[in-house]
């Protein structure tokens, strides 16, 4: 089933913690986009529980005049360590649903 979630994890709107959580990323996400970003904004996720939670994330951004789709997976380990950014997949769209990503 590539692409698709596995479980049942439903899109969800984002909640405090993943946008302070994507926001922590930002140096992380820029160095992974080679651009400076100046607005970063998480619009929706999924989350699956593992050994911590994996958060499959629709994030919008702006560098320069363009605003850019991108989806990220970030993983947040259990017992409070930092959450780390993954992997992000580029040219995406709005309308694009938000999968799994490995």
Same mark, same amino acid.
């Given at each position: 089933?590539?692409? &698709? ?7 969800s ?19 992974? !986009? ?5 607005? !970063? ?7 699956? /529980?593992?050994?911590?939670i994996?958060?499959?994330?629709? /994030? ?9 789709? *991108?989806?990220?997976? /970030? *993983? ?5 360590? &930092?959450p ?8 995406? &769209?709005?309308?694009?649903? *938000?999968?799994?990503? /490995?």
């Amino acid at each position: 089933m590539a692409g &698709k979630m596995h479980g049942s994890i439903s899109t969800s709107p984002v909640t405090d913690e993943v946008q302070e959580i994507v926001q922590s990323l930002k140096d992380r996400i820029e160095e992974e !986009l080679k651009r400076k970003v100046e607005f !970063l904004h998480a619009l929706l996720h999924r989350a699956q /529980v593992v050994a911590g939670i994996n958060y499959f994330v629709k /994030v919008v951004y702006v560098a320069g005049n363009a605003a850019e789709c *991108i989806h990220i997976l /970030v *993983i947040k380990p259990m017992f409070g360590q &930092k959450p780390s950014l993954v992997k992000i997949e580029t040219n995406k &769209k709005l309308s694009d649903e *938000i999968t799994y990503i /490995v």
